[in-house]
């Protein structure tokens, strides 16, 4: 089964790049991004949602220690006596690939 992209090229696995094989596999690099990236996306949509909230606010309870009960007994109410923010992390990822003279040169579309 060839990656989403390459199903065209999936019988010249074997052939070097180069000549017009260089921009059959740029393109077929960009199909299977594009495709991954509508693919991640749809599993996300399923998951979550998008925010530009980038922390939040909660209240908090005294330091206080637990109330002893019986089987019966019901605890006193707390008031809240201050607030805590949590924030989220902000992050960002990529991946790149590279290759020197030799190993272009030596590079298979199977390589790619």
């Keep these: 089964m060839a990656?989403?992209?390459f199903h065209n090229l999936q019988d010249?696995?074997?052939?070097?790049?180069?000549?017009?094989?260089?921009?059959?596999?740029?393109?077929?690099?960009?199909?299977?991004?594009?495709q991954h990236n509508a693919d991640i996306s749809a599993a996300l949509g399923l998951f979550a949602t998008q925010t530009?909230?980038?922390?939040?606010?909660?209240?908090?309870?005294?330091?206080?220690s637990l109330q002893p009960l019986d089987d019966n007994g019901r605890a006193l109410p707390i008031?809240?006596?201050?607030?805590?923010?949590?924030?989220?992390p902000i992050r960002s990822g990529g991946s790149a690939w590279g290759a020197n003279y030799v190993t272009r040169a030596k590079m298979t579309v199977g390589d790619v």
């Design 3 to 5: 990656l989403y992209g």
């Design 12 to 34: 010249m696995a074997n052939a070097r790049v180069t000549g017009s094989l260089v921009e059959a596999s740029n393109a077929a690099i960009n199909a299977a991004v594009a």
């Design 52 to 64: 530009t909230l980038y922390s939040e606010r909660y209240a908090q309870v005294d330091n206080v």
């Design 79 to 88: 008031k809240p006596s201050g607030y805590y923010s949590v924030g989220y």
